[in-house]
């Protein structure tokens, strides 16, 4: 159940909105009287967005503008995002609250991009607001290939990594490739930030087993900024003071029952330099109502982007359910995955010269997650290039989702 004063700061969003080229003519000007006047009002796309940007959506004068960001581009044209000193102040603000705790005398190692991205400012940002000492190792250029970030890290005793969970099991792989143990050579290391990508429980789980210290992760967009934070008991908590979240059915039509699996469409609660208005991130997530030893009751579960499910027998199967199939493998490190008209298909790199699939674990699995399951180990090097991989170290989203058809050619 809504406050009941949130529909008046939605009002008055919309009333600002109101003031940018895309939302002017888009938006009731009476203000809203009730949730179903809410509801009524239409969605906003990425398509939307790319049509408007760079100018389309904001709100403010110029003057108040202070930083400009980009999305990535991988799916089309670029979104842009303005934020102004407030916006910026706030993030910082809430940013610097997250649950790995930054304090003086910390070595924030930031290995996200910087060029038009969000996430490296940010974290770069709250880190030194917490007077924490940041090393900006830039995932995005070839001055920082894998081996000097494993050099940085020993030579300055880092003690936090803030990169993408993907980024972290290469820079452990570089590690290892240079005689190295993750869990022993970096003895300063306390805590792993993680952002930028989906953070499921199993890959949390992976990650701190390989490095011996705990993850923590922050979610958000672009095209947002970030909604949602961990705290100190590693609980993905909404910001829910900044963002009205709506999960909604498959249909886009209704919400889904507490605790069910949804589509996650945000609305700004705060005057941006650029809000969303009932935002369609793409996004299935959960949200649990469950106390928090740190206060909060609501806690996010980022099941993955709706786009990249495999569907198989109109079921859909997100990240967080492919990974929890691939953690109990023996073998869970580099690893793709696509449909199959009769079930799911496998490929992942050994991590041991004995590892097996035993049939029972198979059978498992199968009546498990209730479909047909094929796996396939192959050698180190079939999915990522190793030499590449030390050289540049600049890949980028995980490649787990892929047809059939590029995966029988990645695995002829």
């Known amino acids: 159940m809504a406050p009941p004063d949130r529909l008046e700061t939605i009002n008055q969003v919309l009333q600002q909105a109101r003031n940018s080229i895309f939302y002017k003519e888009r938006l009731p000007v009476a203000p809203l009287r009730t949730w179903e006047d809410f509801q009524r009002l239409p969605f906003t796309s990425k398509e939307d967005l790319r049509r408007y940007s760079p100018h389309g959506l904001v709100c403010v004068p110029d003057r108040e503008l202070l930083q400009y ?8 044209t670029p979104v842009s995002v303005w934020y102004s000193r407030d916006d910026l102040a706030e993030i910082r603000e809430r940013f610097s609250a997250w649950g790995v ?7 924030v190692l930031v290995r996200f991009p910087y060029a038009l991205s969000t996430i490296g400012h940010f974290v770069h940002a709250a880190a030194q607001h917490r007077q924490a000492c940041v090393i900006p190792a830039d995932s995005r250029t070839s001055i920082t290939p894998l081996p000097r970030v494993v050099e940085l890290m020993r030579k300055l005793q880092v003690t936090v990594l803030a990169t993408i969970s993907l980024s972290a099991m290469m820079i452990a792989e570089a590690a290892e490739m240079a005689g190295l143990d993750p869990r022993r050579d970096f003895p300063h290391l306390r805590a792993i930030c993680c952002a930028g990508e989906p953070l499921t429980l199993y890959r949390r789980r992976y990650l701190e087993e390989l490095w011996g210290v705990p993850v923590y992760d922050n979610y958000g967009m672009t095209e947002t ?4 934070m961990d ?3 590693q609980r993905l908590h909404p910001w829910q003071d900044l963002f009205w979240m709506e999960i909604l059915d498959e249909r886009l039509e209704k919400a889904v029952a507490p605790g069910d699996v949804g589509h996650l ?15 369609l991130t793409g996004d299935r997530v959960q949200r649990l109502e469950q106390p928090c030893g740190c206060g909060h009751s609501s806690t996010l579960r980022i099941r993955g982007r709706a786009e990249e499910s495999l569907w198989v027998h109109n079921r859909p199967f997100d990240l967080w359910e492919l990974e929890e199939i691939v953690h109990q493998l023996p073998s869970r490190r580099f690893w793709k995955a696509a449909a199959q008209q009769n079930g799911l298909h496998f490929i992942v790199e050994q ?17 498990q997650h209730g479909v047909r399951l094929t796996v396939d180990l192959v050698p180190k090097g079939t999915l990522y290039d190793r030499k590449e991989l030390i050289s ?3 890949l980028g989203k995980p490649v787990y989702l892929c047809s059939p058809q590029s995966l029988q050619e990645s695995h002829p």
């Open 392 to 394: 540049f170290g600049m």
């Open 225 to 228: 900024g970030p909604q949602a």
């Open 351 to 367: 991590e041991g010269d004995r590892d097996h699939v035993p049939p029972a674990l198979l059978a498992q699995l199968e009546q």
């Open 101 to 107: 705790g930054f304090m003086p005398g910390d070595r």
């Open 69 to 76: 960001h980009e999305s990535s581009a991988t799916t089309g």
């Open 265 to 279: 469409v945000v609305t700004s609660l705060s005057r941006r330099a650029s809000p969303m208005i009932r935002y």
């Open 231 to 233: 705290c100190h008991e």
